[in-house]
């Protein structure tokens, strides 16, 4: 089959986030199917962003076509990045003669964040009279309506929650990251026999090849090593959804307890956090900038527990969570503090550590407490939980395989 993937922040390896198109396609390769990704030049979520010398430029990775559209910068969530999002489905749109004359798709698949690419996905399935899917890795308009506080009724919204509602009756089959979406999904329209469910995955070779994190970043942490009797670590994104205040309130009340707090990431919070840092004289906290996603297994393996937490938004993550994060840490084998109240709970599931209310500094703090007195064999039987749960259940090259047989799949 020849298949296109239109995902606006779709990276690769070595350009970083997000991985699952670039893993998946890998996988259909194998297969001997021929891939085509379009995205965005732009994206606040990569760690490197391609170079443009043309509003479209076609490249290379791995076997796999992409197709970059010029787009402008912008902050993670200002103005600027509606702009970007508006002016990637309009050129996609113009673009959609050359990608047909290139070659003829069996399969479309419109799988960003936001849902406007199914404009652009419909025309091109129906000139090549392709089957056409929608994959879901949020729900928009939901998401900017319950976590950025915007009224059903504002134009941003009315816009997003018509593509919503279109991608689910135009769309032959739906696929779902998260696992509670169906009800939603067919009161905006999808038909039951439509939906499917394909969480996040891992990549097992990067947890068999991976790269050592740079040698003055082992320094640091080994001399925190030295002084502390255990490590406590966050890695992701510095954003408000991943309850870093919180991850700060609890390290103020362990101020007294030998238990280092370190942070690995980037974003718009960073200089946030290392103000109150600073200024609240948390000495026993350490912000690091973020490590290539190769270094993640090394780097992980640095520390005793890891901390994962969400703001106290259960209207929003009722549908379910499937982020990758909890997958990389399972796959460290390390005990995780998940502070959460979703409609599922994978730390819960795998028993790989201690799940607790989001957004209660002090539920978090006698957490980290009770975890960090046991012995080291107690921590490593939780640790080994999670990482059999993930080998069991996220590995992408079966979740890759899923997806093959959903679209397959004939519906009666």
């Not at 509602?165 to 696992?179: C, E, F, G, H, Q």
């Not at 026993?284 to 996603?293: G, L, M, Q, T």
């Not at 709970?345 to 975890?371: F, H, R, W, Y």
Request: hydrophobic fraction near 40%; glycine fraction near 4%; proline fraction near 5%.
């Amino acid at each position: 089959m020849n298949i296109l993937l239109i995902n606006h922040y779709a990276g690769s390896d070595t350009l970083g986030m997000e991985y699952r198109p670039y893993y998946f396609a890998k996988e259909w390769i194998k297969q001997g199917h021929t891939v085509s990704i379009v995205a965005a030049s732009y994206s606040h979520i990569r760690s490197v962003n391609p170079e443009m010398s043309a509003k479209y430029v076609f490249e290379d990775i791995d076997g796999i076509e992409y197709l970059w559209i010029r787009t402008p910068k912008y902050q993670s969530n200002s103005p600027k990045r509606f702009i970007n999002m508006l002016i990637f489905i309009y050129r996609l749109c113009r673009v959609i003669s050359i990608l047909l004359k290139r070659r003829k798709f069996d399969v479309v698949i419109a799988s960003s964040t936001y849902p406007l690419d199914i404009f652009p996905a419909k025309k091109i399935a129906k000139k090549s009279k392709a089957q056409l899917l929608f994959e879901v890795h949020d729900l928009w308009p939901l998401s900017p309506m319950e976590l950025g506080g915007y009224s059903k009724w504002h134009p941003f919204i009315m816009l997003m929650q018509y593509a919503e509602n279109t991608a689910y009756r135009v769309s032959d089959k739906v696929i779902s990251m998260l696992p509670k979406t169906k009800e939603h999904m067919m009161a905006h329209g999808l038909k039951e026999e439509k939906w499917f469910f394909i969480p996040n995955g891992i990549n097992l070779s990067e947890w068999k090849d991976f790269e050592a994190i740079p040698e003055d970043v082992k320094i640091k942490l080994n001399s925190i090593r030295e002084k502390y009797k255990r490590i406590v670590a966050y890695t992701g994104t510095y954003g408000l959804a991943n309850a870093l205040d919180t991850y700060l309130d609890a390290a103020k009340l362990l101020k007294d307890d030998s238990i280092a707090f370190v942070l690995f990431g980037k974003g718009p919070m960073k200089q946030n956090l290392k103000n109150r840092v600073n200024n609240e004289l948390l000495e026993h906290v350490y912000i690091f900038d973020n490590v290539p996603k190769r270094s993640i297994p090394h780097l992980l393996s640095f520390f005793d527990l890891l901390y994962i937490g969400w703001k106290d938004q259960f209207q929003l993550y009722r549908f379910g969570i499937s982020p990758n994060k909890i997958m990389d840490y399972m796959m460290s084998a390390k005990p995780i503090i998940h502070a959460v109240k979703a409609g599922n709970d994978m730390v819960a599931d795998a028993k790989c550590g201690l799940s607790i209310e989001p957004e209660n500094p002090t539920a978090l703090a006698q957490a980290i407490k009770t975890l960090s007195l046991l012995s080291d064999e107690t921590l490593a039987a939780y640790g080994e939980n999670g990482r059999n749960y993930v080998l069991a259940n996220h590995v992408n090259s079966i979740l890759a395989n899923q997806f093959i047989a959903v679209i397959q799949k004939q519906l009666i």
